[in-house]
């Protein structure tokens, strides 16, 4: 029997249901419908978290297309479940998992394959990708937040860059970009911030960038040498395109370029520092880091939207539009 499975006074055998957000195919915005299915089953690792918010990224609408089918060398089965991040509080936990209590305020990054993502009432993530909330930080941010802050911590991380040498933050105003901004100045570090629109270069100043501009409409490379003269030490490309291309070289030839997998599209021409592609670091060890991180200084992730789940489609359609910081979906 299910191990899910409970059994009604009259003998039948049930297994627990819960409202999500599914996909039966892969497609457009009109695939994502509303039904109920069976809880996620409950591993001796794992922790059910009962999903209050849900961050949405743009790898959602390309994932919802089919463009990650067999990625990660697992088939995708249906009905399919996009979500990447989230937070809310501790359902149960498997009987290996000592340092979680029902209740408490979580948040984790997992990978919707193979069983399933956070687009739904709840969801099961193996202990070592779940993390407590720190007292100060609202579960709606926490729940747009995992993929997004790992991936710039890990990013900074492979520039090692020291206090004071200077960093491009490229697309600062997007979910990536506008908390890789402020790790970086948590860790000393001189920021040129290429944000998106008069909104973006407010956000990326009011969150510690020590010089901003818009991409868009500004000169980037004479904004770089004029920050840096010499040349910038580092750059962080979570945009690409032709003008993140051309930015780069205001990067010293001995400087480092970290570019996140997942950046579309691609430089088509090497620039002078190498470029280092990378994933996410989403441990227990980073997110211990990234918690003391936010426990010691101010730390926010800029929520634009929160849609309710029934307007999931809403919220995809959001993807297209401009906005800075992330989405969300309210769940719980």
Known sequence: MDSRAERTAGGAIVVPQMNAVVLDRFGGIGELSARRIPLPEVGDDDVLIRVEFAGVGSWDAVEREGDYDGAFGVPSTFPYVLGWDAAGTVAAAGRNVTRFDVGERVYAATMPVPRGGFYAEYGVVEAEYVARVPDRMPTEQAGAMAWDALTALSGLDLLG????????????????????????RHNGIRVLAVASGDDGVALARRLGADHAIDGRKDDVLAAAYEFAPGGLDAALVT???????????AIKNSGRIAWPNGVLPVPATSPGAPVSSYDGDRSRTATDRLNAIIKASFFEVHVARTFPMERVEDAHRALNDHYV????????
Request: avoid cysteine; proline fraction near 2%.
């Open 161 to 184: 860059l020291r206090p004071d040498q200077t960093l491009m933050v490229f697309g600062a105003s997007g979910g990536i970009g506008h908390l890789a901004v402020q790790l970086a």
């Open 239 to 249: 945009v690409g395109g032709e003008i993140a291309e051309r930015s780069l070289r």
């Open 325 to 332: 910081g992330k989405l969300a979906l309210k769940v719980g």
